[in-house]
Structures are given as structure tokens and as C-alpha cells.
């Protein structure tokens, strides 16, 4: 075959044909970057309220009583409290496995503000504030957080998950929940969250695409605070936004300043609205910062990050932007702030107490959550076991 | 020679293979800059550079199958999983891919990967950081799992891991890692894939047992002593392919045996182990042998972690019992 290959003809036709391939070839490789850059132009990050807390974006300034722009406001002040006090319980050893919280109010918040009852979280380990505000009791997050199981019994009428562990398994499994809301007839949705992290995960990229194919009434969140654990989001991936990986699953996809809570909130809300029309799911990156360690257990962002970085993005302060919102429209002051700061002091320390106050879990409990009927091998060892703690 | 905790070890061993042989590549999350969320791999990064030692995105399939794709290409890949448990995301990659490779090659290709990864119960891990993992790769034709108990071994079994031509599971308990120091030469030595240590020599019952469970066996051997009760102890080093013969002799002189694992009892390595003895040895038992395992739950959630892990004095109960038959 060999000798063949380098035979050539030269009539007009081929010639120009040849000609022709090749100018085509060029023009594909511009177009391929041009759609790259067109997709990436396009996902540009939505903001209401600026760093001064001045709205930029009236037009989507989302309708919200001043009773509701309080509880917003009430809400974050309150988890980031829970958040200091969490820290310091964890120090103390009075509690076991926490993910710090404080930079991510904004995208946490106002994500789960945006949300009904009657909607299904399926929150990552980090994302303990949300099943709060979802009514989770406080003094079941503790025991989450200590390893004991009955932190991870919704009450009757909370519709959750309790926070996954692995990274990004919480995706597929809220494109199930939303097809069964949608096989159900149900007007409700279906949130989970990851991290910018997470988005690498095969995981991620099966949940949008099956939500995206079925049509599912889910919102995917992610919470890009720009680090998984040390490794920055830079390293995570080529594309210049995560939210611009909705695009590859046919879905909706917006990026969103996650410091800026109405932004969020309105992002989310039009996603609901969508999502329960049949419109489909939505995926959600919020730009955002956690300020502390990625967990309690040994993290020390010195070894990865800046300080230039960190006080960068603390003064883009969820907390401080939307308290000058408010105080400009004469609906928050100090007084108001710190009621709520007393509240959130009293009742953690109540919740502590009563978590101390749990039945420490045994293993014959443990053997008795396994299966519906028990196997005859583990009606075996419950016996053992029961033997043992009776004594 | 320097006085080594086990993680000391380990780095240690990376270090010397990273020198020794230009195809090491060590990589996976937060191994680089971060040196590791346990600092296995501290300082690498700095000294081999990025292209040796890097951070790979967030994804434990997504690092299994470059690893099998960089062997192809004469690498000699040491991925790191973070924790164990993150082996479930991976297990295509691993038990259904690289595991295979030499076989559905016809042996014209190999997959020269140790796969590192931190497990083990009593650290109050959350969900899915500390179970016990091994015997889902142990039954995997084509693999290899080792299992350090200490400082000495790490070193040694980690380099020769690496310069073993099949892929390699080498778990790391987490218990293990900063719970004691002993001396590790500085130079580069290798112990055997697939030879059991016989810690400790008695003539009256034999503790079959690996990872921090050696520990345990050597306290309950201790304590057995003051009641005249000779165990010997062996340490499997490796799990897969298990030293056989090292057991069997053992069995021969003693006719009395516990096996003892940190996993849960169903299936898993010991039941492996017994049945292997049952098969070679029944005429020299004078009793039948007896496993220490963790009930056949879940791993436990943290507070009941330590009342779930086997100890010492469940290994210590088991004896008696095949003593007093
Ligand atoms: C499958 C899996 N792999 C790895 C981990 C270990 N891990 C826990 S959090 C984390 C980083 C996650 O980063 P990101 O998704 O950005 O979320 P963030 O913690 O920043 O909120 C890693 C690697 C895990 N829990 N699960
Ligand atoms: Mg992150």
C-alpha cells in the first residue's frame, strides 16, 4: 500500500479541493476556540448587591418583605456563630468531625431560603447549616458530627439526607430523588451541593446529565470557595468555570457571587420556579471562600494559601455586604445583631446538653439497624453483644 | 540508623524510589504542595518537582485509570487513595481494569502501580475513612495487598511494592502511623511480597494476624504469658498471596490457632486463612480454629468505634477457648 499513498493528482479539482480541506481545517480550529470562548464569555457572575452593599443589579433584586430580609440576616449571623462556637466545642473535644463553615453563609443560606418544605436536600459534609435551617434540631447535628447515628435520623417532615461523605455521590442520588418527585406528580425539588472539588468527581458529571435527560426538578449546587482541601480549583480543571460544565449536559447553568446573598437566593428561587414547571435542573456555582481549615482534623490552609487571598475575600464578607444593605434601609441594627447572637450562644449551649444528655449508641443497635429481618449470623452476634453491654 | 515513626517510613521509601528509578511517579489529592493530609509525602513535591509528585483532580477513578495508563507508557505510578474507603469510586479501575491487565494482554503488558492508602479503626474517622477494605482486593485475581505493622516493614515492603511488575494495594493503618518509632536503615532494602514475620515464638496456640492487629496479638500474647500460655505470633506482612507455608509450619508445632482481623467477620481474609489451615492441617489440630473480627456490621459510627474494633481481650477470650476445647 505504501507506494500508493504518496501518489497525487493534479488537476484543477483535486487541487483546489486539497486547498479547500485545508482552509476549512483552519477555520475549525478557530471556531473550535471561539465556541470555548463564547460558552466561557457567557458565564459571567450574577451579583444583586455589590461589596458596599449597594444593589447593581435592581432589575433582579429578588421580592423579599423586610421580615423575610431580616430572618436572611438573622439566619447567617446565627451559623456563624454556630460556626465559632462549633470550632471552639471541637477544640474542647466536645465535638468530633466538623467542616467549617464561616465565608459560605451567602451560598448556603440563600440557597436553602429560596426552598419549600416539602424539598429534598442532599447536603455534603460541609453543608450541616442548610439541614438546620431545614429544621434538623441542633442537638442532632452535634451528634452527627460526634458519630452517633441518631444524627442521621431526619425528623418526621424533614425531607434530607444526612451529609455524604464522599465526595459527590449526593449528585446522582438527587437526580433520583427529583425523578421520583416528577414520577409522583410532586411540585418540588430536589438540592444537593458539592465543591469546586467535587466537580471533578464522575459522579458530578452522571448527576446533571441524568437530571438533564429526565428533566428533573434538581438543583446543583456548587459551592466553588476555590480550594478542595490544599488543591486549588486551577488544578481541578481547564474550564474556566464550573458552571459552564451545564452546557456539556444540556442543562441550565448559572455563576453566581456567593457572597452576595440575594443573588443567591434569587438564582436559586428561578431555578425552583423552572425546575417545578418542568423545565429541568439547573446547575448553580457560587463563588465563594471558606475561611477556616477545610475540616477540624489537622488542615492547615497556611501550607496552601495566602493571607493576601484570605483578607482579599473576607472583605467580600457575606455577612458584613448585606448587614450594610440592610442598615441602610433602617431595618437592622447592633441591638437587633446582637439578640440574635444571644439567642444562637443559648441555644447551642442548650443542644450541647441535650446531645450530652443521648443514650450512647451501642453496638447491638448498631447490628439491629442492618437489615429489615435480621440474618440468622447477626441474630447471633446481637445476642453476644447484648451479653457483653448488660454486663 | 534513625529512629522512624511508620509515616517517617513510608515517606522515606518514596524518597528512595523516587530516586532510584526516574519512572516513579507519585500523585493523587492533596499529595503535593499539601505534602498530604498525613504528610506522607512530605517535602516531595519540592524535591522531585511537579512533573513526580503532583495534585490530581478530585476524582479516585479518574487516578486508578491514569495509573494504568502511565504503565502503559513505562511509568511506574505510586497513586495515592486518601482514605480507603474512596477505593468503592475506583473499583472499576482497580479490581475490574488494572488487576487484569497483564491476563488480557496475554502478558505482553503489566500494571508496575502500588496504589497507597490510609485505613484503619481508632481515629474517629467519619463515614467511610476507616474501614477495612482489603479483602475486596484480596479476592481479586491479579492483585497484591500488603499491610505494614510497623516502621521497619513499611519501609521495606513499600519499596519492594514498587518494584514489583503487578499492581499493588499497600495499606497504611492509620493507628500505626505516629503510634511508635523504631529504627529503619537509611539505605534502600526490600523485604519478600508474600513472607509472613514470626514476631514472636511460642509453642502452645498461634496468632495469625496483620496490620495493627499485630499489636494486639503481641499484648494478648504478653498477658497470656503471666497465665503460662506460650503464643506465637505471626505477622502476615501480606495478605495476598498469603504465606501459607509459614502458617502451616506454625500450626504443625502448635496444633492451635486464632486468626484475628480488624474487619468485619463475614468473608474477608481470615476465613481465607482458617480454610487454608483446615485444608493442609487438620490432623495437627487439637481444636478448631477460632477468629477474632468485628461484628458483620457497617464500620462503626465513632462512638462506638472502640467498644466495635477487636482488642486484645477478645483475641485473649478466643485462646482460652481453644486451650481450654
Ligand atoms: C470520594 C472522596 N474522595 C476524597 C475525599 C476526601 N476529601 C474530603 S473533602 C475533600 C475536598 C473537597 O473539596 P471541594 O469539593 O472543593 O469541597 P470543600 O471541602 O471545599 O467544600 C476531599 C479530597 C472524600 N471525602 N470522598
Ligand atoms: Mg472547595
Redesign the pocket.
Same mark, same amino acid.
Given at each position: 500500500m505504501g507506494k500508493y499513498n504518496s501518489i497525487q493528482c493534479f488537476c484543477e479539482f483535486c487541487k483546489n479541493n486539497t486547498q479547500n480541506k485545508k482552509d476549512i481545517r483552519k477555520e475549525e480550529v478557530n471556531l473550535l476556540k471561539r465556541t470555548l470562548e463564547n460558552i466561557e464569555s457567557q458565564f459571567e457572575t450574577f451579583q444583586v448587591l455589590n461589596e458596599e452593599g449597594e444593589i447593581v443589579n435592581e432589575e433582579l433584586m429578588p421580592e423579599l418583605s423586610d421580615d423575610e430580609l431580616k430572618e436572611l440576616m438573622t439566619r447567617m449571623v446565627y451559623t456563624r456563630i454556630l460556626d465559632q462556637r462549633s470550632i471552639a466545642l471541637n477544640r474542647q473535644g466536645r465535638l468530633g468531625f466538623y467542616?467549617p463553615t464561616a465565608g459560605q453563609e451567602a451560598s448556603q443560606l440563600g440557597t436553602q431560603f429560596a426552598l419549600e418544605k416539602e424539598d429534598f436536600i442532599l447536603p455534603a459534609y460541609?453543608d450541616v447549616p442548610q439541614l438546620i435551617w431545614h429544621g434538623l434540631p441542633l442537638y442532632q447535628a452535634f451528634l452527627f458530627s460526634r458519630g452517633h447515628y441518631h444524627g442521621n435520623q431526619m425528623p418526621e417532615g424533614v425531607n434530607a439526607l444526612s451529609p455524604q +461523605? +464522599? +465526595? &459527590?455521590a449526593q449528585y446522582t442520588q438527587a437526580a433520583g430523588v427529583a425523578m421520583g418527585m416528577k414520577k409522583r406528580g410532586k411540585k418540588s425539588v430536589a438540592i444537593t451541593y458539592? &465543591?469546586? &472539588? &467535587?466537580t471533578s468527581q464522575g459522579d458530578f458529571y452522571e448527576g446533571i446529565n441524568f437530571a438533564g435527560a429526565y428533566k428533573a426538578p434538581a438543583i446543583f449546587v456548587v459551592?466553588n470557595?476555590r480550594?478542595? +482541601?490544599s488543591v486549588p480549583v486551577e488544578k481541578q480543571t481547564a474550564a474556566q468555570t464550573l458552571a459552564q460544565k451545564a452546557v456539556a449536559a444540556g442543562i441550565e447553568g448559572i455563576q453566581v457571587d456567593g457572597m452576595d446573598v440575594l443573588a443567591v437566593y434569587a438564582a436559586t428561587k428561578d431555578a425552583r420556579e423552572r425546575a417545578v414547571n418542568g423545565e429541568g435542573p439547573t446547575l448553580i456555582e457560587t463563588l465563594t471562600y471558606?475561611y477556616g481549615p477545610?475540616t477540624m482534623a489537622g488542615d492547615d490552609p497556611t501550607r496552601y494559601r495566602t493571607e493576601d487571598l484570605d483578607s482579599e475575600w473576607e472583605k467580600k464578607d457575606p455577612i458584613v455586604r448585606f448587614r450594610k444593605f440592610l442598615e441602610n434601609k433602617g431595618l437592622w441594627s447592633e441591638e437587633q445583631e446582637n439578640e440574635v447572637i444571644e439567642k444562637a450562644k443559648e441555644e447551642i449551649k442548650a443542644a450541647i446538653k441535650k446531645a450530652d444528655g443521648q443514650p450512647k449508641q451501642k453496638v447491638s443497635e448498631l447490628i439491629e439497624n442492618m437489615y429489615e429481618v435480621l440474618p440468622a449470623h447477626l441474630e447471633e452476634q446481637l445476642e453476644e453483644y447484648k451479653a457483653k453491654e448488660s454486663k | 540508623m534513625a529512629q522512624m515513626t511508620m509515616i517517617q517510613a513510608i515517606t522515606d521509601a518514596l524518597r528512595t524510589e523516587l530516586k532510584n528509578d526516574e519512572n516513579v511517579l507519585v500523585f493523587g489529592?492533596?499529595v503535593g504542595q499539601n505534602g498530604g493530609v498525613f504528610r506522607a509525602t512530605e517535602g516531595l513535591q519540592q524535591e522531585f518537582g511537579e512533573d513526580r509528585v503532583f495534585d490530581t483532580p478530585?476524582a !479516585?477513578s479518574g487516578i486508578a485509570g491514569i495509573a494504568v495508563g502511565l504503565a502503559t507508557q513505562g511509568f511506574r505510578p505510586v497513586p495515592e487513595i486518601?482514605?480507603f474507603g474512596?477505593i468503592y !469510586?475506583a473499583m472499576d479501575a482497580v479490581n475490574g481494569q488494572m488487576a487484569r491487565l497483564r491476563y488480557r494482554t496475554g502478558n505482553t503488558m503489566n500494571a508496575p502501580i502500588t496504589i497507597r492508602s490510609p485505613f484503619g479503626g481508632g481515629v474517629h474517622t467519619p463515614e467511610l475513612h476507616a474501614d477495612s477494605l482489603e479483602g475486596l482486593i484480596a479476592q481479586q485475581p491479579g492483585m497484591k495487598v500488603v499491610i505494614p505493622s510497623n516502621p521497619y516493614d513499611a519501609k521495606g515492603l513499600l519499596i519492594s511494592s514498587i518494584r514489583d511488575n503487578d499492581p499493588v494495594v499497600y495499606l497504611e493503618h492509620m493507628k500505626l502511623y505516629r503510634s511508635f518509632r523504631e529504627e529503619v536503615p537509611e539505605e534502600a532494602y526490600t523485604i519478600e511480597l508474600g513472607k509472613a514475620n514470626v514476631k514472636r515464638e511460642g509453642t502452645d496456640v498461634t496468632l495469625v494476624a496483620y496490620g495493627a492487629m499485630v499489636q494486639a496479638s503481641m499484648k494478648a500474647a504478653e498477658e497470656l504469658e503471666k497465665e503460662g500460655i506460650q503464643a506465637e505470633v505471626i505477622d502476615l506482612r501480606t495478605v495476598m498471596p498469603l504465606d501459607i507455608e509459614t502458617i502451616i509450619k506454625s500450626v504443625e508445632k502448635t496444633n492451635r490457632v486464632v486468626v484475628v482481623q480488624e474487619a468485619q467477620r463475614q468473608a474477608g481474609m481470615a476465613a481465607q486463612i482458617v480454610t487454608e489451615i483446615q485444608e493442609r492441617a487438620i490432623l495437627h489440630l487439637e481444636a478448631p480454629v477460632l477468629r477474632v473480627a468485628a461484628p458483620d456490621t457497617v464500620y462503626a459510627f465513632t462512638q462506638a468505634e472502640e467498644v466495635w474494633l477487636p482488642n486484645y481481650n477478645d483475641i485473649i477470650e478466643k485462646v482460652n477457648k481453644v486451650i481450654n476445647f
Open positions: 467542616a460541609r +461523605i +464522599i +465526595i &459527590g458539592t &465543591g469546586d &472539588g &467535587g459551592q470557595n480550594f478542595a +482541601i471558606r477545610h | 489529592e492533596d478530585l !479516585e486518601q482514605f474512596f !469510586e
